[in-house]
């Protein structure tokens, strides 16, 4: 048996992410050992300096970037 670590991908872990305000699916692609520590109470931007902020936005709030921009932009 062998496992060749040089092909396995940085970032291990990808999680889909329904928008519960639209519905629509994203992806968020995480090293799962810095998604944990960010669920042991790391600051985010620290955890998981490599996603935008609309993908954090997703993992916090299950919002997706469209829909935030859409809730928090004024009306005119
Ligand atoms: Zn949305």
Redesign the pocket.
Known sequence: MSFDVTVAPKFDTCFAVN?R??N?QNFVRVDESDFIAWRNGELIQNALPYLDANERELLQTQ??G??FDYIFSDEN
Request: hydrophobic share 25%; net charge neutral.
């Open positions: 928008c305000m639209c629509s919002i997706c469209t829909c």
